[in-house]
């Protein structure tokens, strides 16, 4: 089992950054392919971005490519997403993931594909 605890969440203006991370216990975070969704108040959860368990390939929401990178240390047990140039209407919660899949090589964008997850941490980009 894996239990992930985001922060770094907070208040930015349009246009600054926030780093997001995820700590993860337990041993098999390396081998499992991890996402970062958010969740805006009366909108669904959606996808963000996906990395590989062995962080070569990664992959992301058009609306934030260019924006946000999603990376990971395996040795730290800590997936990372670093959000540049924010707008207004990436203010949600987000949360990260872990796919119960060992060693997988499909990146999935579904929610129903990651069996854990953390708590959220509140992300708010004031205009």
């Known amino acids: 089992q894996v239990q992930l605890v985001e922060s770094g969440g907070g208040l930015v203006q349009a246009g600054g950054s926030l780093r997001l991370s995820c700590a993860a216990s337990?041993?098999?975070?390396?081998?499992?392919?991890m996402g970062w969704f958010r969740q805006a108040p009366g909108k669904e959860r959606e996808f963000v971005a996906a990395i590989k368990w062995s962080g070569v390939d990664t992959y992301y929401l058009d609306s934030v490519k260019g924006r946000f990178t999603i990376s990971r240390d395996n040795a730290k047990n800590t997936v990372y997403l670093q959000m540049n140039s924010l707008r207004p209407e990436d203010t949600a919660a987000y949360y990260c993931?872990?796919?119960?899949?060992?060693?997988?090589?499909?990146?999935?964008?579904?929610?129903?594909?990651?069996?854990?997850w953390g708590q959220g941490t509140q992300v708010t980009v004031s205009s």
């Open positions: 337990g041993r098999t975070f390396s081998r499992c392919n």
């Open positions: 993931a872990a796919d119960s899949s060992w060693y997988s090589n499909r990146l999935s964008m579904s929610s129903s594909s990651y069996s854990y």
